[in-house]
């Protein structure tokens, strides 16, 4: 137990130091557009900004989660700066005044390049506009992500078999085109926009905990546990048809760890003591079946999985960080120790492979050797911030409730002002 207890301590301050002389100095260098505003749409694995880029929606809805975030964490100036900063461009140019909602793309100038409307990016604006509204209590953040809520259950829920549709276009008419990228296949109802509309919901719940909210996180979970998750095979059915069908064989280990600890939180939101229970018992077989099929000796998650076939042996940055965060949840319902250990060799494998110790930040991407993509972007629509911000302020979280659990006392307060690092959750 002392081993563990010390590889936990390692985790917590590496990760911590990680975050603080890594990860956050290089999004406060690199990802700012002081010439056409808000932040670069592309930058490159060395550092060098593709000025006529487009931007997304999703990386300026994260980047505006992460630093009303960091702000809460750490309470500096620069945090508050590029939180304001993504929510002024986001609510100003992203924000569709005539027909409600988020836009897809814009291009360089801030000019709107693509206006479709996917659910997964009005979940995204959702847990962004709330996580500002947490750092500095701003009505109108709260306000606007309300709007949204609103909007997706008014124009975009399934009402015979529930869940949500993909993607619209500007006015709201249904998208004959619903993928999130050329590699999705283009059925009705994903997992991944269900997961981000859940993980959007649990978040606007902690601060407006009405009854009619509650009631779509209760059906959302239980989406989850009756429908995405394959209970045959412990895996998340990716893509599925309108009554939940699935319709693609495709395992994302990424996905299916961080489903564990997001659907859990969920439940624990809206202290639902039944679904809690539920949830908790499948859990470990999901886990084991990651264990057994989507880690390598070396610690690193494997990306994909098409029935007995691997057919992406790469490892993206992202599934990385919620491995970390996955092992350490379901340490939390079993209490065993095999997790603890797991979750700190995710954390050798990033630190090995992952972060880039010459250009700063994490690679997108390495192959099954641990060599990395060179060529792949630092920052682009889908590289952000999000996933390794959001796992090591779980990381330390978590690993304090651990260790005050092992030794009787909390030593995380003792590393960061817990008023502002502690939020209820």
């Known amino acids: 137990m002392d081993k563990l207890r010390d590889c936990l301590r390692t985790l917590k301050t590496e990760t911590r130091d990680e975050f603080l002389n890594n990860i956050r100095p290089y999004w406060l260098s690199h990802s700012v557009d002081e010439i056409n505003g808000g932040f670069f749409g592309v930058v490159n694995n060395r550092n060098e900004p593709d000025q006529k880029a487009d931007k997304s929606a999703i990386l300026n809805a994260r980047i505006m989660w992460t630093f009303s975030l960091t702000y809460q964490w750490l309470g500096d100036t620069e945090s508050r700066q590029m939180a304001e900063r993504a929510y002024n461009y986001f609510t100003t140019r992203f924000l569709d005044k005539k027909y409600g909602g988020i836009y897809w793309m814009l291009d360089h100038k801030g000019e709107v390049k693509d206006p479709k409307k996917h659910v997964y990016v009005q979940a995204f604006a959702i847990y962004g506009l709330v996580e500002y509204y947490a750092a500095f209590k701003d009505p109108e953040a709260l306000d606007k992500a309300k709007e949204l809520y609103h909007l997706i259950e008014n124009k975009c829920s399934d009402k015979e078999f529930g869940g949500y549709f993909e993607a619209y276009s500007r006015e709201w008419d249904p998208s004959d085109d619903v993928r999130l990228s050329s590699k999705d296949k283009n059925a009705p109802k994903s997992m991944n926009t269900h997961l981000h509309v859940l993980e959007a919901y649990t978040n606007l719940y902690r601060y407006e905990p009405?009854?009619?909210?509650?009631?779509?996180?209760?059906?959302?979970?239980?989406?989850?546990?009756?429908?995405?998750?394959?209970?045959?095979?412990?895996?998340?059915?990716?893509?599925?048809?309108?009554?939940?069908?699935?319709?693609?064989?495709?395992?994302?280990?990424?996905?299916?760890?961080?489903?564990?600890?997001?659907?859990?939180?969920?439940?624990?939101?809206?202290?639902?003591?039944?679904?809690?229970?539920?949830?908790?018992?499948?859990?470990?077989?999901?886990?084991e079946q990651i264990i057994k099929h989507g880690l390598d000796e070396d610690g690193g998650l494997i990306n994909e999985r098409k029935g007995t076939h691997i057919i992406d042996h790469n490892k993206d940055w992202w599934p990385q960080a919620e491995a970390m965060v996955g092992f350490l949840n379901v340490y939390s319902v079993t209490e065993d120790p095999k997790y603890l250990r797991a979750a700190c060799d995710s954390w050798e494998f990033i630190k090995t492979y992952i972060i880039d110790h010459k250009y700063g930040e994490w690679f997108e991407k390495v192959n099954r050797d641990g060599i990395p993509y060179n060529e792949l972007d630092k920052i682009r629509a889908w590289k952000a911030p999000y996933h390794n911000?959001?796992?090591?302020?779980?990381?330390?979280?978590?690993?304090?409730?651990?260790?005050?659990?092992?030794?009787?006392?909390?030593?995380?307060?003792?590393?960061?002002d817990a008023k502002q690092m502690i939020r209820n959750k």
């Open 210 to 287: 009405r009854p009619e909210l509650k009631e779509r996180l209760e059906a959302l979970i239980d989406i989850f546990l009756n429908h995405i998750i394959n209970k045959k095979e412990a895996s998340l059915n990716c893509f599925l048809d309108v009554n939940w069908e699935s319709v693609a064989e495709l395992r994302s280990y990424g996905h299916d760890i961080e489903t564990t600890w997001l659907l859990l939180e969920a439940a624990e939101v809206i202290e639902d003591s039944d679904r809690i229970r539920r949830v908790e018992q499948i859990i470990p077989s999901v886990i």
């Open 389 to 416: 911000t959001r796992a090591i302020y779980e990381v330390n979280r978590r690993v304090d409730e651990i260790l005050e659990m092992m030794v009787g006392q909390s030593e995380f307060a003792a590393d960061y």
